[in-house]
């Protein structure tokens, strides 16, 4: 259904579109790749494509659904972590970054935090894990299929939030990453991404936060040119300052359920 989507939208693209656009679509047993979209005159022609499969299932759970029914259930005392976002989740190799780990990623490229929230369910509480790390909230900043305030998006953190606790599952968010406007790919997309509403949410309700921010970003604030090539999504070099961070949190948020 995506597919079949995503091919009539590199028919439409126009002249001057990011290049990364133009092989976007990437799949495996595991992963359902759709990389974020620079703001261009094809944002429209981009959601026109979404829309048929939106309209079925506004959460996209079709994408996860046989693999999920493949995963068997946690081993006796196995701590099962599933990583739960966009794009930024959806390219991160999470045996490479965690080997030996029983970690599960389930992103999906694009998405919002409204869709995250309908799936949440199915792809992180019917996995049974010990914790959920949740990296989410650009697409919602940038506008990707509606405009939402800072408090909107709050909401959807607290109300998947509120699912993990209920199911028992410990939290870990994950700071927004910083962006740079050294390519054209990424020179419309700079805004200010500053990491400390996120952190004080997890302060009041006690879940864990990994800051990726410090640890990405140049002295200028912005995302490292050799961490990145689009100026959006971390390299392996990225991903590889952002595991550590994670697994703290994860740490300290395990920690934290037991007591």
């Not at 909230?137 to 909107?152: I, K, P, R």
């Not at 109300?159 to 939290?171: E, N, P, Q, S």
């Not at 490292?224 to 971390?234: E, N």
Request: one cysteine or more.
């Amino acid at each position: 259904m995506r597919r079949a989507a995503l091919a009539c939208l590199a028919a439409c693209l126009p002249i001057g579109a990011p290049a990364f656009a133009q092989d976007h679509y990437q799949s495996s047993p595991e992963r359902r790749i759709v990389v974020d979209k620079d703001w261009g005159p094809w944002l429209g022609p981009y959601r026109a494509t979404l829309v048929p499969s939106l309209m079925q299932d506004f959460g996209e759970r079709y994408l996860y659904a046989p693999v999920n029914r493949a995963l068997p259930p946690p081993r006796p005392g196995e701590r099962r972590v599933v990583f739960l976002g966009d794009s930024i989740t959806d390219l991160w190799d999470l045996s490479r970054s965690f080997p030996g780990k029983p970690y599960v990623n389930r992103g999906i490229g694009s998405q919002v935090t409204a869709q995250m929230l309908l799936r949440f369910h199915q792809d992180v509480i019917a996995l049974r894990p010990a914790a959920v790390v949740i990296l989410a909230g650009v697409n919602d900043l940038q506008g990707v299929l509606q405009q939402e305030t800072a408090e909107q998006i709050e909401t959807h953190y607290e109300a998947m939030a509120d699912l993990a606790d209920r199911h028992g599952i410990a939290v870990v968010f994950g700071s927004i990453l910083p962006i740079n406007n050294y390519t054209d790919n990424a020179r419309d997309m700079l805004k200010e991404r500053d990491p400390a509403t996120l952190r004080a949410f997890c302060r009041r309700r006690g879940y864990g936060f990994a800051d990726y921010y410090p640890a990405l970003a140049d002295a200028h604030g912005l995302l490292r040119r050799d961490l990145t090539r689009d100026g959006l999504h971390p390299l392996a070099s990225g991903y590889a300052r952002m595991a550590p961070i994670a697994q703290a949190a994860i740490d300290h948020a395990l920690v934290r359920r037991k007591r």
